[in-house]
């Protein structure tokens, strides 16, 4: 079947625009998350869905982030007016949750890119 | 607070040689480790991970890793690389909260 997809691939925007960036998960998958990988770092946890609700935002950097899953599936992650310090791969993953231990399986990313 | 080290930004070895990857967590609480591979324009994939049990796990393509709790380590190994095995290796922990906490990556480069 059909991995986690996201779009776009890339983005490129201006300093203090908005941007959204979407995910899709494996179909039946109901944990959803989000990780930013900035150049030469690991990924960063920012947050994670179960269902349609956030389970634990504790990742997210400040207001300016903000994740929706309005029903159960494909995710947005918004960032409003955007700063330089923004750029950086944004990767979703999504597991079936069962369990902790559940593998995690990852989308290609999002290269956010702020001039 | 959990942590991962991975103790080496870069390896560079020849092909048919044996390799060691290596990490080294903290956490005050029980963990699971995995090791995650990212192929040069390809996303994270999932290598190997230890739940529970037998502390030697493997992966379908030869490596594998060892939990040694009282080192806190787990280290990643081949006993013999191919030039497809070049790639960025990720260690990472989580426990119940679900979160994966990451190391910074080691880049295996596999020379003929």
């Known amino acids: ?115 | 607070a959990q942590s991962v080290t991975q103790l080496d930004s870069q390896v560079p070895v020849f092909e048919e040689a044996p390799v060691e990857l290596r990490c080294n967590y903290s956490s005050s609480v029980s963990v699971y480790l995995f090791w995650y591979v990212q192929y040069p324009n390809q996303g994270l994939q999932l290598l190997l991970k230890y739940l529970s049990g037998s502390t030697l796990v493997e992966s379908i393509n030869g490596f594998e890793a060892e939990f040694n709790k009282s080192q806190t380590s787990f280290h990643l190994r081949k006993p013999s690389v191919h030039i497809s095995d070049t790639a960025e290796y990720f260690c990472a922990v989580s426990g119940n909260n679900r979160k994966l906490i990451w190391g910074l990556g080691t880049s295996l480069a596999v020379n003929p």
């Not at chain 1, 203090?16 to 990988?37: F, M, N």
């Not at chain 1, 770092?41 to 935002?57: K, S, V």
């Not at chain 1, 944004?90 to 001039?115: I, N």
């Open chain 1, 1 to 115: 079947g059909a991995g986690v997809s996201q779009t776009p691939s890339n983005k490129v925007t201006e300093k203090g625009k908005y941007v959204e960036l979407r995910c899709d998960p494996i179909s039946g998958h109901t944990a959803l998350y989000w990780y930013r990988q900035s150049l030469g770092q690991g990924p960063e946890f920012l947050i994670y869905f179960q269902g349609t609700g956030a389970a634990d935002d504790s990742g997210l950097p400040n207001d300016r982030f903000f994740a929706v899953r309005p029903e159960g599936s494909v995710s947005t992650l918004k960032i409003q007016r955007t700063e330089r310090g923004d750029s950086a791969v944004y990767l979703c993953a999504s597991s079936r949750d069962r369990a902790p231990t559940d593998t995690q399986y990852f989308g290609p990313g999002t290269r956010l890119t702020v001039l």
